[in-house]
């Protein structure tokens, strides 16, 4: 079983940056494709970027580019979040996911991971 644990969240003002990491407990995953979705109060959990196995291919949501960047070191069994130039509607419960995605139009979808985190809290002041 795989256990994903973010970490990063937090209060920031509009126009500040985070980033957020999220390490997995099996090596298995440098196999799996990595996700971030996000689930804002009384919306839908939504896609927010992914990285392939490889790293190789990184899809971001259109909303998003430009502002986040997705990575991973595979020594450390972790993928990042890099948020810059937040804003308000950023505010949401960040979570990360992992899977065995081997189709690049699948990564942006949810029913393609089969591990999730429990999610850390952003939240973006004006």
């Known amino acids: 079983q795989v256990q994903l644990v973010e970490s990063g969240g937090g209060l920031v003002q509009a126009g500040g940056s985070l980033r957020l990491s999220c390490v997995a407990s099996?090596?298995?995953?440098?196999?799996?494709?990595m996700g971030w979705f996000r689930q804002a109060p009384g919306k839908e959990r939504e896609f927010v970027a992914a990285?392939?196995?490889?790293?190789?291919?990184?899809p971001y949501a259109d909303s998003l580019k430009g502002r986040f960047t997705i990575s991973r070191d595979y020594g450390k069994n972790t993928v990042y979040l890099q948020m810059n130039s937040l804003k308000p509607e950023d505010t949401a419960v960040y979570y990360c996911?992992?899977?065995?995605?081997?189709?690049?139009?699948?990564?942006?979808?949810?029913?393609?991971?089969?591990?999730w985190g429990q999610g850390t809290q952003v939240t973006v002041s004006s």
């Open positions: 996911s992992a899977g065995p995605v081997y189709r690049n139009d699948y990564l942006p979808r949810m029913a393609s991971y089969d591990y």
């Open positions: 099996q090596r298995t995953t440098t196999l799996f494709a």
């Open positions: 990285i392939s196995w490889s790293g190789a291919n990184t």
